[in-house]
């Protein structure tokens, strides 16, 4: 029997079905050999009288009208076991009159009667062959007893010799011990037939299912292997980024500081010749220097910003509330946020559990998550502040998402976001800002995960180790004031950070 489409075992009502229409294919060439036999026997050899013709006709007309009715209900319904036994025992009946009317026990067609024991061993299961059997057993003795008894009309077979005395044909249907024995052997050979098929047939499908049992753990064990080796290869991957990182972190390092001290120094001179001399230097010098002097606090912001992301300082840490850096971000955003036509959706809990963190390292980090996130939607739309709790057996960790609709981060992108450098707004970003942040989560024993499909929206999950719930909230002010407190005073830090995107 095939196996299904998606290639798992074939269900027990495929089963039947397979098992109909075999009986159905099988019982149509039956009703072929039949017509074609019946034909040779009485039109040909001449082994069957005339006067049976009809009668055997009609059995086989019976037989194909049978199967064409089992066909149709085939098509209508689903076949249950009842359907299967039906045609098992509708065939034992019809065989058992083609029998007797064709050379009663004397016929050596009288073994087919096994073959039905075997199908209903295979098909139906042990009790059924047993039943199969004993109803083959007493059709059998019943017409053998009926041709002896003369109770049945015995129809010659005259392909065997049959001996005259007293003037009268001799029949073997006719003599009691070779009727007792006939019937006596055939009930044996039906029985141990029964027992030899359905034991034969129990374990070979106890074999199959061992068999599905050690595939089907191959199969598991193939599909783990496999989730083993893609975490082994993304592990890799990781490892050989995080080296690659190392080494251009290190070197950038020791690029930003010695490129800190020249640099402010650039932009200190400059400036200093433009409120010393402003008044004596031509309009489109005074400009030019201005230009310099603001190139120059760009490039000393980039530098500070390589030193925090290869060598972030550890600032102090204690039990937070990370509702408290989340909202201060959000007030420096909501006027640009207003601005842009995005929405922001507040949707931080009641209560969370508080994180071994400093606040403004963390202010920092979702400032240039929302900045980004706005950058994301300059056509307006909605971003969603959302936390939650999550347990790993005994360790707690708390899972802040930030979730925007804008166009979403392209694959080739998407694994590259943390790269120092790495940044999608041209010249008004340096490509740290994520950089940065990943440094700073992780520094707090974090991680950053991006989920982004194009054109769905990107969603930031930043997951920190959570501490047991304090039993008494800490005010604070932030807290106490609406979701979304009113904007308050960038501080320096934060406006350079809006550069690092």
Not at 132 to 140: F, M
Not at 297 to 306: C, E, K, N, P, T
Not at 479 to 486: D, I, K, N, Q, Y
Request: charged residues 20%; glycine residues 8%; proline residues 6%.
């Amino acid at each position: 029997l095939d196996e299904s489409a998606d290639g798992s075992p074939p269900s027990a009502l495929q089963q039947r079905r397979h098992y109909a229409r075999w009986f159905i294919m099988m019982r149509g060439i039956a009703v072929i050999v039949a017509g074609a036999a019946v034909f040779a026997a009485i039109a040909v050899a001449e082994v069957l009288s005339d006067r049976v013709a009809l009668v055997l006709g009609g059995l086989v007309a019976l037989l194909a009208t049978l199967n064409a009715a089992y066909a149709l209900v085939l098509t209508r319904a689903e076949p249950g076991t009842r359907f299967l036994a039906v045609q098992v025992y509708g065939d034992l009946a019809v065989l058992i009159l083609l029998l007797h009317f064709s050379g009663g026990i004397e016929n050596p067609l009288t073994t087919l009667l096994l073959l039905h024991v075997i199908i209903a061993g295979i098909v139906l299961g042990r009790r059924h062959a047993y039943l199969v059997a004993g109803v083959a057993i007493l059709l059998y003795a019943t017409m053998a007893v009926g041709e002896w008894s003369r109770a049945l009309e015995h129809y010659t077979l005259t392909i065997f010799p049959h001996p005259v005395v007293d003037g009268r044909v001799v029949h073997a249907a006719h003599d009691a011990v070779y009727v007792g024995s006939a019937v006596v052997l055939h009930a044996i050979l039906l029985l141990l037939v029964a027992s030899f098929t359905t034991t034969l047939v129990e374990r070979i499908r106890q074999d199959e299912r061992q068999l599905r049992g050690h595939a089907e753990r191959a199969v598991a064990q193939a599909a783990a292997l496999e989730r083993a080796l893609v975490t082994q290869r993304e592990a890799q991957s990781q490892a050989l980024r995080a080296a690659r990182l190392a080494a251009v972190g290190e070197l950038a390092g020791q690029v930003a500081h010695e490129v800190n001290n020249p640099i402010a120094i650039m932009s200190a001179k400059a400036r200093l010749l433009l409120r010393q001399h402003e008044q004596a230097l031509p309009p489109a010098v005074a400009v030019e220097i201005g230009k310099i002097a603001e190139q120059s606090d760009r490039v000393a912001r980039i530098a500070q910003g390589l030193l925090s992301y290869c060598r972030p300082a550890p600032g102090a840490r204690s039990a937070l509330d990370v509702r408290v850096p989340i909202r201060r971000a959000l007030a420096y955003v909501d006027a640009r946020a207003a601005a842009a036509g995005v929405r922001v959706s507040d949707e931080l809990p009641g209560s969370l559990p508080h994180v071994r963190a400093n606040a403004p390292e963390l202010e920092q980090v979702f400032l240039n998550l929302f900045l980004n996130a706005l950058d994301a939607m300059p056509a307006g739309g909605t971003l969603r502040v959302a936390a939650h709790e999550e347990r790993h057996g005994a360790e707690a960790a708390l899972a802040v998402e930030v979730h925007d609709t804008g166009a979403g981060i392209p694959d080739d992108i998407r694994s590259r976001i943390f790269e120092p450098f790495l940044t999608t707004k041209g010249h008004h970003g340096s490509g740290l800002g994520l950089s940065i942040c990943q440094g700073l989560v992780g520094s707090h024993g974090g991680v950053i995960e991006v989920e982004s499909r194009v054109g769905h929206g990107t969603r930031m999950t930043v997951r920190l180790p959570a501490e047991e719930r304090a039993p008494v909230p800490v005010p604070d002010p932030v807290l106490a004031a609406a979701p979304v407190p009113l904007p308050v005073p960038v501080p320096v830090r934060a406006a350079e950070v809006a550069t690092h995107g």
